[in-house]
């Protein structure tokens, strides 16, 4: 049974330049979230969709936009990179929107130059 | 802001002995916590997850919730090298993260 997919794995953009980071969740999840984790950090809360609604939205700032197709996946869009816009960006699927325990991805690496 | 705070360590605990989690958070509201265990490079893979006050025991892990303390633990009993890793603390529905905490146990 496959598990939350995204893609890529690695990534390398330059500043100023526009980014899209993939998720396939779990078959049969509904809902997928997006996490930022900068090195020695814990994950931070960017996007959760569920039944392609946002259902939240972390502080992050308006160049940060995802949406859910109709099949559950997801994508990351980030425009105008910055620097600090390196990290492992995480995806994680849950079967419900609430009070549920969720699964990640393996990540995706994105560096900045 | 909701916080979720945790002592970054490192922990270090002889092979065989209690390591003992620590995990406070302010959003009283929260109704949702998880642990995670997450190695070096790789994403979190999720240990136990507690919506109660009180103790739940899986295999040689244990959560603790104090909701009126704002507070949950996670014991893992029988320590083994294996259970090096960051282990992070998660609450609420969209997950506010705490930093982690590294565990080593040493053989």
């Known amino acids: 049974d496959a598990g939350v997919t995204q893609s890529p794995t690695h990534l390398i953009k330059t500043r100023g330049q526009q980014v899209t980071l993939r998720c396939s969740p779990i078959?049969?999840?509904?809902?997928v979230s997006w996490y930022q984790q900068v090195l020695g950090q814990g994950p931070q809360f960017i996007f959760q969709?569920?039944?392609?609604?946002?259902?939240g939205r972390g502080n992050f700032p308006d160049r940060f936009s995802a949406r859910q197709f109709p099949n559950y996946s997801s994508e990351l869009n980030v425009n105008a990179l910055l620097l600090g816009d390196s990290a492992l960006y995480l995806c994680?699927?849950?079967?419900?929107?609430?009070?549920?325990?969720?699964?990640f991805g393996q990540g995706t690496r994105l560096t900045v130059v | 802001q909701k916080e979720v705070e945790q002592n970054s360590g490192p922990l270090s605990v002889p092979e065989g002995a209690i390591a003992s989690l620590n995990c406070t958070y302010s959003?009283?509201?929260?109704?949702?916590f998880f642990w995670y265990r997450q190695y070096s490079g790789k994403s979190p893979e999720l240990i136990m997850f507690?919506?109660?006050?009180g103790d739940k025991e899986d295999g040689r892990f244990t959560a603790q919730l104090n909701k009126a303390s704002q507070y949950v633990s996670l014991l893992i009993r029988d320590s083994q090298p294996s259970d090096s890793a960051t282990y992070l603390c998660a609450v609420g529905n969209q997950f506010y993260f705490g930093t982690g905490t590294s565990l080593t146990v040493i053989p």
């Open positions: 078959s049969g999840h509904k809902s």
């Open positions: 969709y569920y039944e392609k609604e946002e259902r």
């Open positions: 994680a699927s849950s079967l419900w929107g609430t009070n549920t325990e969720a699964f």
């Open positions: 507690i919506y109660s006050n």
């Open positions: 959003d009283r509201g929260s109704q949702s």
